[in-house]
Nanobody, 127 residues
């Protein structure tokens, strides 16, 4: 049984930083591209950032470029998202995702390319 578990969310002031982590079990972590998605109240879930299996490819939503950094440690089966210069509009539930092997890189930030979801971790940025 595949499990995806996020941690590290919380409340932070605007301009601050926060780091998220995600661990998986029940699958070979190093075989999959991984990603972070988020969903704010009343809005659709959107892709934030994705990373391919060997960290050679990374993709970021325009809204977070230059502020967020995705990384992974295959030996620890852990995905990370380091978030700097946080804004109130970054407030959302953040989800870790295992990307389908068949997903093309051009579609990597789309929710349709996700195979497994975590339960989410809340990030709240106060102004």
């Amino acid at each position: 049984q595949v499990q995806v578990v996020e941690s590290g969310g919380g409340l932070v002031q605007a301009g601050g930083s926060l780091s998220l982590s995600c661990t998986t079990s029940g699958l070979t972590f190093g075989n999959y591209a991984m990603g972070w998605f988020r969903q704010a109240p009343g809005k659709e879930r959107e892709g934030v950032s994705c990373i391919n299996w060997n960290s050679m490819l990374k993709s970021y939503a325009d809204s977070v470029k230059g502020r967020f950094t995705i990384s992974r440690d295959n030996a620890k089966k852990t995905l990370y998202l380091h978030m700097n210069s946080l804004k109130p509009e970054d407030t959302a539930m953040y989800y870790c995702a295992v990307i389908k092997i068949t997903t093309r890189w051009i579609d990597i930030l789309g929710v349709g390319g996700v195979n497994y979801w975590g339960q989410g971790t809340q990030v709240t940025v106060s102004s």
